[in-house]
T-cell receptor, first 112, second 117 residues
């Protein structure tokens, strides 16, 4: 069974600081996705990482994928309050076609 | 706006009842997915349809069923409802999903919040 684990689950940080969210998964996969969810809202796609060593950046967020380590990171640079949300990583379980298996989510709070 | 439309937004019903949740995918998307989000279980994949046919099944209970119609909209039917079925139910769509080469992200609707009393 595919397991996706995020660390930390809760993160409170100050504006201007940097931090990294980690996503580990238990089985081979070449496709990893990051989503953002605001409270009570839908999930918004942030990044799609399709190969080992893939790195994508959008604003203050940068995501990377190491398929050999089965690890993805979401790095936050100089956090601002607007980044407060829950961030999910999700892995595509290629062989079974069950599509995305989500991590537990990391609830990020950026304080002024 | 993701382009995925879910109705209703909120649903309150009693145990033992049956409800139907509706989803219209983004224009051009052939795959529809249903997910359940609850505090204790997180985001759980329920079922996927591709161009009218069931493609993949996840943790979907036997009391739940779904279908995708010729116009590609989908319905999720939940019956014999229990308190534990209270959750946010998301529909998502993608243009692919018919084979193992898919790599486009899923686009999620705003969800239907189901409360079972």
């Amino acid at each position: 069974e595919l397991k996706v684990e995020q660390n930390p689950l809760f993160l409170s940080m100050q504006e201007g600081k940097n931090y990294t969210i980690y996503c580990n998964y238990s089985t081979t996969s070449d496709r990893l996705y990051w989503y953002r969810q605001d409270p009570g809202k839908s999930l918004e796609s942030l990044f799609v990482l399709l190969s080992n060593g893939a790195v994508k950046q959008e604003g203050r967020l940068m995501a990377s994928l190491d398929t050999k380590a089965r690890l993805s990171t979401l790095h936050i640079t100089a956090a601002v309050h607007d980044l407060s949300a829950t961030y999910f990583c999700a892995v595509d379980k290629e062989t079974s076609g069950s599509r995305l298996t989500f991590g537990e989510g990391t609830q990020l709070t950026v304080n002024p | 706006d993701s382009g995925v439309t879910q109705t209703p937004k909120h649903l309150i019903t009693a145990t033992g009842q049956r409800v139907t949740l509706r989803c219209s995918p983004r224009s051009g998307d052939l795959s529809v997915y249903w997910y359940q989000q609850s505090l204790d279980q997180g985001l759980q994949f329920l079922i996927q349809y591709y161009n009218g046919e069931e493609r993949a099944k996840g943790n979907i209970l036997e009391r739940f069923s779904a279908q995708q119609f010729p116009d590609l909209h989908s319905e999720l039917n939940l019956s014999s409802l229990e308190l534990g079925d209270s959750a946010l139910y998301f529909c998502a769509s993608s243009v692919d999903g018919g084979d193992s080469s898919y790599n486009s992200p899923l686009h999620f609707g705003n969800g239907t919040r189901l409360t079972v009393t």
